[in-house]
């Protein structure tokens, strides 16, 4: 059976809405992509066709069921921004205790994963192709993450894009508003100035506390993309940060 949103169509309770992060839509900039061009491979529409009503969440500006979206209640973690999605298949699969939801808008990414799905069997994954400022906003709850990860964002390496990065104050304020108490928040990335900025970004941030004196070694769960071992032999460095919310 297709997986939903909540039916319940009702907005938050208006005490919850007003205790959330505000983004000023006059002002933002930051959003969770940019826009690319993308073929599908015959592959890729098959499994957009097969597995996309499966495992593929409709964006909706309610609050969603992911417990009826998964069919069980386990520890749930976010992921912003895929791309192709093969780190994302090996960390649902290495595991299968937790539930995925993975964040893309560009529609080749998705169909890149939902293969992987369909090939590696995966039960625990679930994908919304949709902005993530808003599905934060309107679909998750507060306090109801167990993790996010933000896995080589775009760096914008020019100095005056600099501010179109998506690790910014207000943005950080809105993932920490939907991680419980304890939850984590794993970045990483291999542009050294995107790094410094996250690690000054994310210990400015009150409710979060780093796990590690700067940087953090890469955690297991993550694993070495290709782009991350040619970028390694090359002598290229990346940096992991994670942080827990107090």
Known sequence: MPTRPNADTRTAPAAERASEPRIDPRERSIRSYVVRAGRMGPGQVRAMAELGPRFVV????TRCDFAAAFGRDAPRVLEVGFGMGDAT??????LPGTDFIG???HTPGVG??????GELQLTNLRLIQHDAVEVLQHMVAPSSLAGVHVFFPDPWHKKKHNKRRLIQPEFVRLLVS???PGAYLHCATDWQPYADQMLEVLSAEPHL????????????HRPLTKFEHRGLKLGHGVWDLVFERR
Request: net charge positive; glycine share 8%; aromatic share 6%.
């Open 58 to 61: 409709p964006y909706g500006a």
């Open 89 to 94: 298949a090996q960390i649902a699969q290495a």
């Open 103 to 105: 964040i893309e808008v």
């Open 112 to 117: 890149a994963l939902l293969k992987r799905i």
């Open 178 to 180: 939907r991680l419980k």
């Open 209 to 220: 506390r780093n796990t590690a004196a700067g940087f953090a070694p890469r955690p297991g």
